[in-house]
């Protein structure tokens, strides 16, 4: 059996293998270094101790740290920020869309930012409305920054060395509920590219198409339907900006019925995005409208019961692939 770890140890071995493959990569957020704690869900563990102060834990100040990160970049760095919680990056919006996205734009390619920005995010645990949403539908209709978002510890790990190497700001949303899942382990060193999808199973009746959380729910459902004579093909997306359009249309061109899920809420999301997309390619061989599956257009409820009614749920996802194979 190949060695199991889990999301936290698999981002803490990159970032300790781009530190230590490259001196300009730099680490703020708030609690990073081992004096606070190695942050609040000790990815950056042992760091600052082995780094110096190359980690620096920040004040609470999500707009002042990246707004530094955002000039160490232009300097020559290659910073890596940690905003706490998906919500808070609504702080400092002004510094990533404004700043970030846009410098290389605005210099005519003289300027490149090459920072990252780590944050988690999901709801299961309670934390309510300002502590759970999936926003990256925010920033993928942002041109020149790229959103990653992994599903399993290998991917956390490969994607994240991608990330730090690339030339541009990339968002990288982590989902906090999964980070103990113990998964594969990556083979350290090797980055997975960005902009690449990944065909996690081969099917020929439908393409369910997902990321983040909805990996974990996905391959349920199809050895569900499996057993009922329903032949899934499943894609992680792991980059939701660029899309891998070619790997999408592959498949629902073969198996001429697509699902999305995501746990965002449904309207405006990437769901509708890749909907779009496919319908204008493939209308003439689509078997059925392509489905969407996502949580509720509502903030994410405190109380539990609400809380698992604004989610998505397995039999949400079932209901779509029936619809399309009627």
């Not at 734009?105 to 988690?120: A, K, L, N, Y």
């Not at 920054?145 to 956390?156: E, H, R």
């Not at 113990?182 to 690449?196: N, Q, W, Y």
Request: negative net charge.
């Amino acid at each position: 059996m190949s060695e199991q770890i889990n999301t936290i140890q698999a981002l803490n071995w990159a970032l300790d293998d781009a530190m230590a493959a490259d001196t300009n990569v730099v680490l703020f957020g708030e609690e990073l270094a081992d004096g606070e704690g190695g942050g609040v869900m000790k990815v950056t563990a042992g760091l600052s101790t082995k780094y110096g102060a190359r980690v620096r834990s920040t004040p609470i100040s999500e707009m002042g740290f990246t707004g530094a990160a955002v000039g160490a970049a232009v300097a020559g760095l290659r910073p890596v920020i940690e905003i706490m919680l998906m919500n808070f990056v609504a702080v400092c919006m002004d510094q990533i869309t404004n700043h970030a996205a846009k410098l290389r734009f605005m210099s005519g390619g003289q300027t490149h930012v090459p920072m990252v920005i780590r944050t988690m995010t999901g709801s299961g645990f309670q934390t309510a409305g300002q502590h759970s949403d999936f926003l990256e539908a925010w920033f993928c209709h942002t041109p020149g920054i790229k959103v990653v978002m992994p599903s399993n510890p290998a991917d956390a790990y490969g994607l994240l060395r991608a990330s730090i190497d690339d030339e541009d700001p990339v968002l990288f949303i982590e989902h906090f509920p999964s980070y103990w899942n113990p998964g594969e382990a990556p083979k350290r060193g090797v980055s997975i590219p960005l902009g690449k999808a990944r065909r996690v199973q081969a099917g020929s009746d439908v393409t369910l198409i997902g990321y983040s959380r909805s990996m974990l729910d996905i391959p349920v459902v199809a050895k569900k339907l499996e057993a009922a004579g329903v032949s899934c093909e499943i894609i992680d997306l792991r980059t939701v900006s660029p899309l891998d359009m070619e790997t999408i249309l592959t498949s629902v061109k073969k198996t001429g019925r697509a699902v999305v899920v995501h746990e965002a809420v449904r309207s405006f999301g990437v769901g509708a995005e890749i909907s779009a997309r496919i319908h204008e390619s493939l209308f003439r061989e689509l078997k059925a409208p392509v489905e969407r599956v996502a949580s509720q257009d509502c903030p994410v409820p405190f109380a539990k019961q609400l809380e698992t009614a604004f989610l998505y749920s397995h039999a949400d996802i079932e209901a779509a692939v029936r619809r399309t194979l009627a």
